[in-house]
């Protein structure tokens, strides 16, 4: 393999953005931080990249260490990618760069793509203030559900996979029902999680911690 270009900085930004600043990098780990996916699926879900450039940047990430691929065991039998524990340490970096740039999402505009889990990191931070706000124990399993679709979250998990597509694997302890204007208000920072159950635009299911905070909130 061809080293890969370097701002050649003794600068710990300029390492950071060595491994990670190339277009498309970050939203590889977006999709990522959904749990092992195949190649294919990481492709639909990126409109815009090409394959040549998709599959470069896979191999930059697995020799950076960002992740890793495996071979699934029959009857699967694809090959799947997934995050390294490093490649998983981005994920307050991307909230970081979902909140900086909430300002700038606008209306959406007739070219833009979107997906239902796209959703997924700004309502976890969502989720997560109003749990951490109300000692809600470190969150928990939230089934969230949408026109577009449903996906669901692992609000305060500290490992594994922080969202996935498709209905909340096993009992959720809040299910979240909404509609895309919301959603998208709070992307924006324009609107809260708590604002928006108190005037019914969310509404909230479920026995666990973090639906009787969001209750109550």
């Known amino acids: 393999m061809s080293p890969r270009r370097s701002y050649d900085q003794y600068c710990s930004a300029a390492r950071a953005l060595d491994a990670v600043g190339d277009r498309w990098t970050l939203l ?12 294919t699926d ?6 815009g990249v090409s394959t040549d450039v998709l599959a470069s940047r896979l191999k930059d990430m697995e020799r ?12 699967g039998a694809a090959y799947v990618y997934e995050l390294t524990g490093r490649g998983r340490a981005l994920l307050p970096v991307l909230q970081a760069l ?14 833009d793509a979107v997906r239902a889990h796209w959703f997924a990191l700004p309502l976890l931070r969502a989720l997560e203030a109003v749990g951490a706000g109300e000692g809600a124990g470190g969150g928990g399993l939230v089934e969230v559900r949408l026109e ?5 979250l692992h609000v305060g ?9 498709g209905p909340a694997p096993g009992e959720p302890d809040a299910t979240l029902v909404l509609d895309t204007g919301t959603c998208t208000a709070i992307s924006r920072g324009e609107s809260t ?6 005037d019914g635009r969310i509404a909230v299911s479920g026995d666990g911690t973090l639906a009787k905070a969001l209750r109550e909130a």
């Open 28 to 39: 590889i780990v977006r999709e990522l931080l959904a749990g092992p996916r195949r190649y």
């Open 42 to 47: 990481l492709h639909a879900d990126l409109p």
């Open 64 to 75: 950076e260490g960002l992740t890793t691929r495996r071979r699934l065991p029959p009857p």
């Open 98 to 111: 979902g909140a900086w740039g909430q300002a700038a999402l606008g209306e959406r505009r007739p070219t």
């Open 148 to 152: 577009e679709g449903l996906f669901h």
């Open 157 to 165: 998990a500290e490992d594994g996979p922080v969202y996935g597509d």
């Open 193 to 198: 999680v708590a604002d928006a159950v108190r």
